[in-house]
């Protein structure tokens, strides 16, 4: 006869979650949310980069070689970076 504590206790196993109190988010929800925030980071960083080169090749136009091609190494920089979980930028201090 499986009581109440042996289910969760199972249920909790097998989702990989981690039992809380009553009225806390979900391990999972947890995960879900670091997700979308990765989500939104990588669009604002690919905004961003798509700017610079719209930038950039306005300076081309306007003959400012030096300046575009500092907005053009500084987008390929933004193509680079990838959001961490933030548990490792705590740890990365």
Same mark, same amino acid.
């Given at each position: 006869?499986?009581?109440?504590?042996?289910?969760?206790?199972?249920?909790?196993?097998?989702?990989?979650?981690?039992?809380?109190?009553?009225?806390?988010?979900?391990?999972?929800?947890?995960?879900?949310?670091?997700?979308?925030?990765?989500?939104?980071?990588?669009?604002?960083?690919?905004?961003?980069?798509?700017?610079?080169? @719209? !930038? +950039?090749?306005? %300076?081309?136009?306007?003959?400012?070689?030096? &300046?575009? *091609?500092? =907005?053009? @190494? !500084? +987008?390929?920089? %933004?193509?680079?970076?990838?959001?961490?979980? &933030?548990? *490792?930028? =705590?740890?990365?201090?």
């Amino acid at each position: 006869m499986n009581d109440s504590k042996t289910v969760t206790a199972s249920h909790t196993h097998l989702h990989g979650l981690e039992p809380r109190a009553f009225g806390q988010e979900t391990l999972a929800a947890d995960k879900l949310e670091d997700m979308r925030v990765k989500r939104m980071l990588a669009r604002r960083l690919a905004e961003k980069a798509k700017n610079y080169e @719209r !930038a +950039a090749a306005k %300076l081309e136009i306007r003959g400012d070689g030096d &300046a575009a *091609e500092v =907005l053009h @190494r !500084a +987008a390929d920089r %933004l193509r680079h970076i990838t959001a961490k979980p &933030a548990k *490792e930028l =705590l740890s990365s201090g």
